[in-house]
């Protein structure tokens, strides 16, 4: 009897050290939709992707738009994303990481993209969110804003605000030291957030210190 129960005990401790080593090289449901997402990601020409903490780390990552066309063009628009673990059921954090007037950005960075709050979706995805940001800045949406000084220029007049969006560029540029080896151009563009954390826009031209955090 006792030798049974110590083989019972035995089994139990096996099945239990199975389990645990099951568990530990399970994926996250999250990630395993992120995989998914990157591999059926395309990139429009003008949009380019990095990771700061390496390719390992699909829940973040840094998508750049360049519009080659609207108000915004020649300029290079930094956005951060975070992925939280409870993807797709929870959207992704997105915040712009370059300073730029806008009705639907604010001055910290925050967006205002339908899909990113009350229109978001499970069947949602990376590329959705990405091309949601590229029509943004194509397409600023006086209707629905963040920066309501934007919102009301653009929606009065126009052209006044494209004068706007281009001086005010201009003149966050002017609060940083010029880059060494590098002329200034039409369309730079940055935000004197901190000393340590500056986007700079540039046409084909961004520098971007990181910001410490």
């Not at 009897?1 to 645990?20: D, P, V």
């Not at 959207?91 to 712009?96: E, I, M, S, Y």
């Not at 990481?97 to 949602?124: A, Q, S, Y």
Request: with cysteine; glycine share 4%.
């Amino acid at each position: 009897m006792i030798k049974l129960f110590s083989l019972k005990q035995e089994k139990a401790a096996e099945e239990e050290a199975s389990g645990s080593a099951a568990g530990a090289k399970k994926i996250a449901p999250g990630l395993i939709r992120m995989q998914k997402d990157m591999s059926e990601l395309k990139l429009d020409k003008g949009m380019t992707m990095t990771f700061p903490n390496g390719k390992e780390d699909l829940m973040a990552f840094k998508v750049t738009v360049s519009p080659d066309e609207g108000i915004y063009r020649g300029g290079s628009f930094c956005f951060d994303f975070k992925v939280p673990k409870t993807y797709p059921h929870d959207a992704p954090k997105v915040l712009c990481e370059t300073t730029v007037f806008h009705p639907n950005i604010d001055m910290e960075g925050h967006v205002c993209l339908n899909i990113l709050r009350e229109d978001w979706k499970p069947v949602l995805t990376i590329q959705s969110v990405i091309m949601g940001l590229q029509f943004l800045m194509l397409e600023p949406n006086a209707d629905d804003p963040l920066n309501k000084d934007a919102a009301k220029i653009l929606a009065e007049d126009r052209q006044r605000f494209t004068r706007l969006v281009r001086a005010s560029s201009l003149l966050w540029l002017s609060l940083l030291p010029p880059p060494p080896s590098a002329s200034r151009q039409p369309w730079p563009s940055a935000r004197p957030r901190r000393p340590a954390s500056m986007c700079v826009w540039r046409p084909r031209l961004t520098l971007r210190p990181w910001r410490s955090r």
